[in-house]
């Protein structure tokens, strides 16, 4: 009976596969999990879905299990070190295809891996070749072998005999549309300067999680190997020598945005990338570019018709979010804007989820209630610029303890949740003092302070780390409600890079943070602990020091350069 059910849950598994909708394979494979855990055609199929949804971790530790389950298997040892090789593993991955030829000298697979492997590690290029040169000695008419070899002839700037290669390969197919591609690009790079590969030129290593080894003891999944194929032609081919991506990012002028496209959108740049950021595309930025990402663009007609005139262009799209559109409270001015309140723009909201090749959310919180919503979504966490000499300008002096929050009018009833015990520190502390930065509003609700009470307006983006430096303790109150607990942890990263302690609520993303400040269980621990803070300048400067480390975990450059630019260009 179980086998039966097994055998079915397997054909699911491959007919959600065959129309690429991983998801709903992987589901399906987890049920067949728990049927058979250490089923090996199983675990190798999730691990091969996985690593499509770009959850490389995830599917490594699949993997792995193989692995352990099967020693003398080439196929496993050949599928994790591909997904090592994913995550820049490069040790571990060269071992890993190094054990699968030990136990199998001709495994084509672990062989192409091998030579991708070392064409991604600048000081390796030649080896890599070598190993391409050795399979067309094997086999001459391997069109995979032979593109590959082209690409990183040209990627060398080795023009001749790259073209000579994709000449040959139009020999034995004379249509094959990626041969055809490639000569252009050969020709086009021979006309320019010997000292710079064409601007138009991209990622010349091939990444594609379909080279995936099929696994001779999985004959019920052999349908995973090759599923990305059946669905669009470029999964099957691998990366030629092209030129960077260009990337735009349309969004508002907002804080949200700052942070979640133009901070990212800047450290992009410095590593070369050509990258515009812009409130107001034109169609020719449609033209010009080739990958597109966007933060609410519900929120203004004009970028929903730019994103679905990039995607019916065929170009990369892909969807920021930095909070729950679903779960807006009552009194949230983004209900009626941006929220279920607002059905027509909601409705574009929902069509874009689902449509965006992919989604990056601020928060895990926000991955895992979005991910039945879209195709795939991965977290790619908040960073900050530190670039911006404003986040190390040294505060301004004072005689006073600031105790300091900032946000917009809609955060309100947050603060409010915590304003008499805060009003009762400071009242009753000698020097305390209430910063409320952002909405004169909010100030307007703290009043009763008097002169214990200091508003500061927004600043410009760029600004902000100043506007910040006023505090001296950095406080996060928020209610328990749905929109909240998926919130990320920006407002803890930004404090820790200004060397702040904070008081927050514990929400997941916080936790998660964990480092340079307290968390207040109950109302009155607001009190105590700004009261503690207050009290230990030693505790204060601890904190402070241990929230700056791990901001510096986040610095933009580094944090991009190693995480978010794979998520965004899609490799």
């Given at each position: 009976m179980a086998t039966n059910e097994l055998d079915q849950l397997v054909m699911q598994a491959n007919e959600a596969a065959e129309q690429g909708d991983w998801q709903s394979a992987v589901d399906v494979l987890k049920q067949a999990e728990k049927i058979a855990p250490?089923?090996?055609?199983?675990?190798?199929?999730?691990?091969?879905?996985?690593?499509?949804?770009?959850?490389?971790?995830?599917?490594?530790?699949?993997?792995?299990?193989?692995?352990?389950?099967?020693?003398?298997?080439?196929?496993?040892?050949?599928?994790l070190g591909m997904a090592y090789s994913t995550l820049s593993r490069y040790e571990e991955a060269e071992s890993l295809f190094k054990k699968s030829l030990s136990l199998q000298p001709d495994h084509l697979l672990a062989r192409k891996n091998l030579?991708?492997?070392?064409?991604?590690?600048?000081?390796?290029?030649?080896?890599?070749?070598?190993?391409?040169?050795?399979?067309?000695?094997?086999?001459?008419?391997d069109m995979e072998s032979i593109l590959m070899l082209a690409s990183f002839y040209l990627l060398g700037k080795q023009y001749d005999p790259?073209?000579?290669?994709?000449?040959?390969?139009?020999?034995?197919?004379?249509?094959?549309?990626?041969?055809?591609?490639?000569?252009?690009?050969?020709n086009e790079a021979k006309q320019l300067s010997e000292e710079e590969v064409p601007a138009g030129l991209s990622n010349p290593v091939?990444?594609?999680?379909?080279?995936?080894?099929?696994?001779?003891?999985?004959?019920?999944?052999?349908?995973?190997?090759?599923?990305?194929?059946?669905?669009?032609?470029?999964v099957s081919q691998p990366l030629l020598a092209d030129r960077k991506a260009s990337i735009m990012f349309i969004g508002g002028e907002e804080y949200s945005s700052g942070v979640r496209l133009l901070t990212p959108a800047k450290?992009?740049?410095?590593?070369?990338?050509?990258?515009?950021?812009?409130?107001?595309?034109?169609?020719?930025?449609?033209?010009?570019?080739?990958?597109?990402?966007?933060?609410?663009?519900?929120?203004?007609?004009?970028?929903?018709?730019?994103f679905w005139h990039c995607a019916n262009q065929g170009k990369r799209v892909v969807l920021d979010i930095d909070e729950d559109f679903y779960n807006y409270p009552q009194t949230h001015l983004g209900l009626k804007t941006i929220g279920t309140g607002n059905p027509a723009a909601f409705e574009?909201?929902?069509?874009?989820?689902?449509?965006?090749?992919?989604?990056?959310?601020?928060?895990?919180?926000?991955?895992?209630?979005?991910?039945?919503?879209?195709?795939?979504?991965?977290?790619?966490?908040s960073t900050w610029?530190?670039?911006?000499?404003?986040?190390?300008?040294?505060?301004?002096?004072?005689?006073?303890?600031?105790?300091?929050?900032?946000?917009?009018?809609?955060?309100?009833?947050?603060?409010?949740?915590?304003?008499?015990?805060?009003?009762?520190?400071?009242?009753?502390?000698?020097?305390?003092?209430?910063?409320?930065?952002?909405?004169?509003?909010?100030?307007?609700?703290?009043?009763?302070?008097?002169?214990?009470?200091?508003?500061?307006?927004?600043?410009?983006?760029?600004?902000?780390?100043?506007l910040l430096s006023y505090f001296d303790v950095f406080i996060s109150p928020l209610q328990n409600h749905p929109f909240n607990q998926v919130k990320p942890d920006t407002a803890l990263m930004n404090a820790g890079a200004r060397h702040i302690p904070w008081v927050a609520s514990r929400i997941q993303?916080?936790?998660?943070?964990?480092?340079?400040?307290?968390?207040?269980?109950?109302?009155?621990?607001?009190?105590?602990?700004?009261?503690?803070?207050?009290?230990?300048?030693?505790l204060r400067k601890k904190l402070g020091t241990a929230g700056r480390a791990k901001a510096d975990g986040r610095k933009s450059y580094n944090s991009i350069r190693e995480n978010g630019l794979q998520m965004i260009l899609g490799i």
């Open positions: 250490d089923d090996t055609g199983v675990l190798s199929g999730l691990g091969a879905c996985l690593l499509q949804m770009r959850l490389t971790e995830e599917s490594a530790g699949y993997f792995k299990k193989v692995v352990d389950l099967e020693p003398d298997s080439a196929d496993a040892f050949c599928n030579a991708v492997l070392y064409v991604k590690q600048e000081d390796r290029l030649a080896e890599g070749l070598q190993i391409l040169v050795g399979l067309l000695k094997d086999n001459p008419k790259a073209l000579k290669l994709s000449e040959y390969a139009l020999t034995l197919e004379p249509q094959n549309a990626v041969a055809l591609d490639l000569r252009n690009q050969i091939p990444t594609d999680p379909t080279r995936i080894a099929r696994p001779e003891h999985a004959r019920k999944l052999a349908g995973l190997k090759t599923l990305g194929a059946k669905k669009t032609q470029v450290a992009i740049n410095k590593m070369g990338y050509s990258v515009k950021y812009s409130s107001k595309p034109e169609s020719k930025d449609v033209t010009e570019n080739d990958i597109f990402v966007f933060s609410r663009p519900h929120l203004n007609l004009d970028w929903v018709n730019t574009q909201f929902e069509k874009i989820l689902k449509r965006a090749d992919m989604v990056l959310a601020s928060s895990k919180g926000l991955v895992e209630k979005y991910r039945p919503l879209c195709a795939h979504i991965v977290y790619m966490p610029d530190a670039d911006n000499i404003l986040w190390h300008k040294p505060a301004p002096r004072r005689r006073t303890f600031n105790v300091g929050w900032m946000d917009f009018i809609s955060e309100l009833p947050n603060l409010k949740m915590v304003q008499r015990e805060v009003v009762r520190f400071v009242k009753e502390t000698p020097g305390a003092l209430l910063v409320i930065g952002g909405d004169i509003n909010v100030a307007a609700q703290f009043e009763n302070l008097g002169d214990k009470l200091l508003f500061l307006p927004f600043v410009s983006f760029d600004d902000y780390p100043y993303a916080f936790e998660e943070w964990g480092e340079g400040g307290l968390f207040a269980e109950t109302e009155k621990d607001w009190y105590l602990l700004l009261k503690r803070l207050y009290g230990d300048a030693e």
